[in-house]
């Protein structure tokens, strides 16, 4: 049989396995924004022409310029 024994005296709890759940500043709120906003409209897009959805190529570029050349720019001029 084994027994597991207790340090004398017992350690203080480990801090690294507590949760911390930190809120999202001002920085992180705006970039989500700009996500949901690009999301709502590749979706008003998708609505109005449907082949729009449907291809790989056509979405990856569209990612490729609203996710990545639209802030580059903003963050250029502003």
Same mark, same amino acid.
């Given at each position: ?11 203080? *709890? ?6 911390? &759940? ?6 992180? !709120? $705006? @970039? ?15 609505? *109005? ?6 291809? &790989? ?6 990612? !490729? $310029? @609203? ?12």
């Amino acid at each position: 049989m084994c027994v597991v024994w207790t340090p004398d005296p017992p350690r203080p *709890a480990n801090v690294r396995l507590r949760l911390k &759940f930190d809120r999202p500043n001002r920085s992180d !709120l $705006i @970039v989500f924004g700009g996500y949901c906003a690009a999301a709502a409209l590749y979706i008003g897009i998708g609505a *109005a022409y449907t082949d729009f959805l449907y291809s &790989f190529w056509v979405g990856l570029g569209y990612l !490729l $310029i @609203v996710a990545w050349l639209v802030p580059r720019l903003v963050r250029r001029f502003v």
